[in-house]
């Protein structure tokens, strides 16, 4: 039997090494990925994501992967975001005025109040609703300086603080988008990202 | 809220942890990712490792340990040390490192700061500042070239500048402090964790919990030690308590 295989997208302003390595810890092959044919046909779909708001979507929009994306939600295809990749998903963010999200998540990033540091650098409690399918309670480990602080009706989310509440992590169906790097996070990290890899191969089609 | 972090350092040369005092007298403790799985267990909540090889093979050694160290970590890895053009900050990000700390190369041309912030997010640019007291004047200046060159700039001012070109956080090491076991310079942490918004870590000086209570007391979001971890004196999870015990939220 071959193992499962979790698909990397490759932005090209992503550093995918540290994703890559904890699913490679989770037990499955790792592949990244260009080809928007090959992110649609994907059992395990990863968009990461670090740097700029604009970049990242100028980078989805040259590789043909807005629709994808779009599609993928919206028939509730595993897609796990991370960092700026659940930012991706939403509408839009202060970071980048004028420059439209995928609008999966309708939300809009916003910068955290000026009294804390930023970027948000380190490991934060976080809170989910009990309704949650993935998050438990734990600390994540966070590097952000923008971030959602509304759950739109239809997902679940989970909360932290830094200079007021916001949303660490977000989830509807087998897609899950986190704030924070569970690839980053520990033994704790890990058992989410299996959580969403069990619950994603189990509802897969043979 | 978030919880201030403890970070072990790794000095490594040609594929060996070493440490020594001010940068010189190295001796050999140990191997980079027996030191790193350990530290992970026992609570650390990232790791920093500094490139300490004098020599090319050194770095291309270097790479070779990030790969290993990024295999087993599942917490966040900051390399520094030998990064001295954009390539080598980006061949380290590819290897598995998740930040870079950039410390002579930036201070010879601050550009390298905003290039590499551009590039790659703020978030993955850790300006490593080394700073010495001045014998002039009441202020630090930057020591580059791993201590052996003073340059004119002023510490805080360097670190406000590195800010505005795109860092995203700061390494700061007090000169005097390192290897000493004397505890941080606080007044340095002070001045340069109210001049900037990003995170500063502590380095040079801890041998304590209490030092680096004392430190993030100043102002220190993060604090960074090495030797203290060395010889199996104390361990993370202690050290943890510890901090749990003076009252500093931490992960545990």
Redesign the interface.
Known sequence: MTRPTATLIETGIANIASVAAAFGRCGLDVTTTQDADVARRSGLLVLPGVGAFDAGMRSLDRLGMLEMLRERAERDAPLLAVCLGMQLLGSASDESPGVEGLGIIDAKAGAFDPSVRAPQMGWNQIRPDRECTFLTPGYAYFANSFRFTTTPAGWRSALADHGGSFVAAIERGKTLACQFHPELSGPWGLALLHRWIEKSLEAAPC | ?????LIPCLDVRDGRVVKGVRFAGLRDAGDPVEQATRY?RAGA??LVMLDVSATPDGRGTALETVRAL??V?????TVGGGVRKIDDALAL??????KVGINTAAVDDPETIRTLST??????VVLAIDAARSAEDDRWVVVTRSGTNRTPLDAVEWARRGESLGA??ILLTSWDRDGTHSGYDLELLDAVCSSV???VIASGGASSAAHMAEAIEAGA??VLAASIFHDNKTTVCEIKNQLAACGVEV?R
């Open positions: 809220m978030l919880t201030r972090r992970e909540d990232e990024r295999a970590l599942s917490i966040p890895l990000l590819r290897a598995g490192a998740d590039q790659v997010g703020a978030q993955c995203g956080e918004r990003i995170p979001d993060a992960r």
